[in-house]
């Protein structure tokens, strides 16, 4: 089946980025009546520290031109701890479908490998696959979970058919989506689930504090400079329930989140938010360093000046700002061959 796609690429305006209709439930504004949460965050006891001897626009980098984070130590300590703050966000919950006794299990884009570890210490008589660019190599992997080196945007052939398929932020990766959803119909089994959880790069605000503010022109660049340099899809996650209903899913279902950017927030929301803030000190700096400086051409200094001044604001606590999360799934049918 033929999908309906975005041939064109207008030019990026704030109008455009944002969205439309996004109302993650509970998300409310702390009116200063709400008690701390006593609940202790890895992210605030055990900060994330990297080599200052470093520059940001000398971090390491995966070889070749489909992702741009570092991939340093640093940069593995923030992937773990940034996976607990997701898990947060979504209730505590590693996926969002309702399976039911999966046997074979794939995590696109593993990362540090944490998320296939926690599945697979969940369901121990399941099989867990995780791939990324670089197979992750942590300590204490259970015996029904392991790791290759695969670039997910090659073709697949996997010899088993999988009861579930999970993608987790891949939005900063270059790469096609449609081409992703189709490969992972085609290697699902009748009756297995596809779930795809991202987050949209850029910011909404409840009330309007986000707007005309440099925080907001500071994303805006950096989804510029993303694009510019062959992300195509950035603005596309709001089209993946669409897609994947046009490629043959059934009940497929779309989930709205937020990861507030600090602690504005009351309730649950206020402990995702400072986790959330301290996420981004760790890796804002080595993402948007590259953006900026090879798909923008800053020199590493303004950008630097940028990625400092967007830090200021991403503290302060007035801009009630939140990046949003989608968690799309959907079935493939047990009739389909």
Request: aromatic letters at 10%.
């Amino acid at each position: 089946m033929t999908c309906t796609r975005r041939n064109d690429q207008p030019e990026i305006t704030i109008q455009s980025a944002r969205l439309p209709n996004f109302d993650p439930p509970g998300l409310e504004v702390d009116d200063g009546k709400d008690a701390d949460s006593d609940i202790e965050s890895p992210f605030l006891i055990s900060p994330i520290e990297r080599d200052q001897t470093v520059k940001e626009v000398d971090r390491p980098l995966h070889p070749g031109e489909k992702y741009f984070l570092p991939s340093d130590k640093a940069e593995l300590a923030r992937l773990d701890l940034q996976h607990m703050v997701w898990t947060w966000a979504l209730d505590g919950d590693l996926f969002k479908a309702p399976i039911k006794g999966p046997k074979h299990v794939l995590d696109v884009g593993t990362g540090t490998g944490i998320w296939a570890m926690d599945f697979a210490k969940a369901y121990p008589d399941a099989e867990i696959l995780g791939t990324d660019l670089g197979k992750p190599t942590p300590q204490g992997v259970p015996p029904n979970c392991k790791f290759e080196e695969r670039d997910f945007t090659d073709q697949w052939g996997y010899t088993n058919e999988f009861d579930l398929i999970h993608c987790r932020l891949l939005f900063s990766a270059k790469h096609d989506p449609l081409q992703l959803l189709q490969q992972a119909y085609d290697s699902l089994a009748p009756g297995g689930y596809l779930e795809y959880q991202d987050m949209y790069g850029f910011p909404m605000d409840v009330d309007g504090t986000l707007r005309g503010t440099d925080l907001e022109a500071f994303c805006l660049d950096g989804m510029i400079g993303l694009r510019r340099l062959g992300n195509t899809s950035l603005l596309s996650l709001p089209l993946y329930k669409q897609w994947m209903s046009e490629i043959g899913f059934e009940d497929v279902v779309e989930v709205h989140r937020a990861l507030p950017i600090n602690g504005w927030p009351k309730g649950a929301y206020k402990t995702v938010g400072r986790m959330m803030l301290k996420n981004i000190e760790a890796g804002l700096g080595g993402l948007y360093t590259r953006l900026f400086t090879n798909g923008l051409g800053w020199s590493p200094e303004k950008a630097a000046d940028a990625v400092q001044k967007a830090l200021d604001q991403m503290a302060d606590t007035s801009i009630h700002a939140y990046f949003p999360i989608f968690a799309v799934y959907g079935r493939k049918p047990l009739s389909a061959t």
